[in-house]
């Protein structure tokens, strides 16, 4: 037993070898490019998550910065106008798609409203009183409150028009954002409240100071602040989240990233998720799902719940890290920190597929291997003595393929002759029954001329005899007409000579420019005798819809040696349906359309109307020796040559299409040049 395994071990040392070293690092380099697909991937979405944060951050700033630039224009100027804030504030509004209003708050006390009140009513505004909602939703008379915060301007006002002299006092959030910005000095935004339009957002509150020295707010502290300038309201912008957020992401590179807006802090959303703390679905504010690339409100919609401890124990959505601080980003909102979630979505957990790719590649390399160190020996002298054997059947299938070309060829040359022999036999029975009454007719005018030179210039009775007997004037009438018919089968003789030149081109081996039309017409005028009706069989009716395609490179006797082995083929077809009498509601037709597919390649279709191709005889209409006709009738090679000249010597392609019991078509589709 020993000895036998070390025989074994021994013939295929180099085999094991090979294996273990094969697979071994077909294992190694798939981990490796295992971890660069991570590495990359977490690279790129780090990329993303930056991208998006910026962009977020960017357009918050710029709705911060917008009110303070409209705070400023308060705090510099001592009276602002409707008018000039009309002015000014749609300068601003439209290039901050995301803004859906801006505002100002005046300040009023209690002892102030009615001097307020008359002002605004001076200023155009019929019956101005200081408003609320009660419970319902209706606009009511604001109560007596020791202060007041109403809405003195709001542009665009055709949208806003009834939050003018709405008292912010009534909205406890807004109430304390606006007495955070009185008391610090600083643009603060509201948490999250429903806007005027019912739907989500922020309200920006930038307060406004008056003070005897312009540079005061910048030298002060709060205290000295609050005890040398006087507090005036706040100008405020109003932003939906969604709004905002679209606006944000809509340029950028999302695929393959979810994201979660919370509005709490980023150290409490981090302990909330690891400590469970609270749910997935508290302070949540707004989702975008990859796999959707929408933006949603809903916990439902946004899967929250996979988020939740009890799912995510075997699972971090966060796999890049195992702390969730790695898909954590921050967003600063005016004295307001939102925590934004960034994670993979379900699409991205697909890894590439170079890994396996990789790893299949190395053990298929190292299988392959072993199987032919395995198996070299043994078949080395088999493969040596199957390549002699091959080598002496290919001799012999090229000596049989010349032998069965030039059979083929002497077929088509035959049918060919047969055609000549046909087409020529009629004109020459016009020409040759015609010329015996000529003949008569030039004898009768010669005797008729020797009269009148005896009896001229009086006609005797006898040339009035001889006129009325020969028939003088039905000679004159008959004798263009006859003429006219030699000339006809004059004609024929030529065209069916030109005919047959331009089909005796079979042999040519030369790329030459061929107008193809020119050798659809040669081939149908040599198989005209057959489409010709023929005691009760009816005529064989070729229908030709030619289209417009330039000369083509090709051989030309080759490919009218395949327009006759299809039109043939389709010619039997059609006469073998007439001799069982399928055709006494129809008539035999056989299709030819010639069309440009585009600038490289040209298609012929040939169809007939007869019983069409059964499926298992189309899977061998090109084998060689393949026929369905009767012995001695059909040789099976015409379909094979003519798919061996289209495909080998053009590049082109032999299709056949056909239903059986409705039709058959070949469409040859051939290009436009081909290299000689």
Known sequence: ?????????????????????GISLSIIATFMVHRWEIAKDRQRFEQQSMALVGELQRQLDSYIQLTRSVGALFNTAKIITKQEFQ??????????NGLLGLGWTEKVNAQERQIYEQKLQTQGIINFRIHEYDSTGNHVVAGDKPVYFPTTYFEPLD?????????????????????????????????????????????????????????????????????????????????????????????????????????LP????????????????????????????????????AKLDILDSSMIQSSNPCHYNNEWQFCIRSLNLARQELSLLVLPSAKRYIYSWRPATVLAFGLLTTGSLMMYLLISK??????????????ELLQQLKQTQLQLVQTEKMSSLGRLVAGVAHEINNPV???????????????????????????????????????????????????????????????????????????????????????IHTGIESTLMILDHQLKAHFERPEIQVKKDYG??????????????????????????????????????????????????DAEWITIQIADNGPGIAPDIQAHLFDPFFTTKPVGKGTGLGLSISYHIVREKHGGYLICSSEEGKNAEFIIKLPITINS
Not at 447 to 472: F, G, M, S
């Open 1 to 21: 037993m020993i000895i036998k395994l070390m025989y074994l071990f021994k013939r295929y040392r180099a085999t094991g070898i090979v294996g273990f070293v």
């Open 87 to 96: 002015e000014f504030s749609n300068s601003l509004l439209p290039y901050y």
């Open 159 to 263: 949208r806003w028009q009834d939050y003018i002299s709405w008292d912010a006092v009534s909205d406890p959030k807004r109430l304390r954002t606006i007495k955070k910005a009185e008391h610090l000095g600083v643009s603060v935004s509201t948490p999250l409240v429903q806007l005027e339009n019912g739907k989500p957002g922020f309200v920006l509150y930038s307060p406004v100071f008056t003070s005897n020295n312009l540079n005061a707010q910048n030298s002060l502290g709060s205290k000295q602040l609050n005890s040398q300038t006087k507090f005036q309201g706040v100008v405020f912008g109003i932003f939906e989240l969604q709004t905002f957020i679209e606006k944000a992401v809509a340029h950028l590179d999302l695929n393959g990233l979810d994201f979660y807006l919370y509005s």
């Open 266 to 301: 980023e150290d409490q959303l981090d302990s909330a998720l690891n400590k469970t703390a609270i749910t997935a679905t508290e302070f949540f504010l707004i989702a975008y799902k990859a796999d959707t690339e929408t933006l949603t409100k809903s916990a439902q919609v």
């Open 378 to 391: 043994q078949t080395m002298l088999k493969v040596e003595h199957k390549n002699r054997k091959l080598k």
């Open 429 to 515: 029975n016009f020409i040759t029954g015609n010329v015996e009454y000529a003949s008569k007719y030039c004898q009768d005018l010669l005797y008729l001329l020797d009269l009148y030179q005896t009896e001229y210039p009086v006609a005797t009775p006898d040339i009035e005899a001889v006129i009325e007997e020969i028939e003088l004037d039905f000679i004159a009438q008959d004798l263009p007409n006859l003429l006219n018919s030699m000339k006809v089968g004059g004609e024929r003789i030529h065209e069916i000579v030109l005919s047959l030149r331009n089909f005796s081109r079979l042999d040519q081996s030369v790329v030459k420019d061929v107008d």
């Open 548 to 597: 417009n395609i330039p000369l083509i490179k090709c051989y030309a006797g080759q490919l009218n040696q395949v327009f006759m082995n299809i039109l043939s083929n389709a010619i039997d077809a059609l006469q073998d349906s007439m001799a069982v009498g399928k055709f006494k509601e129809r008539s035999p037709m056989i299709f030819i359309k010639t069309a440009q597919v």
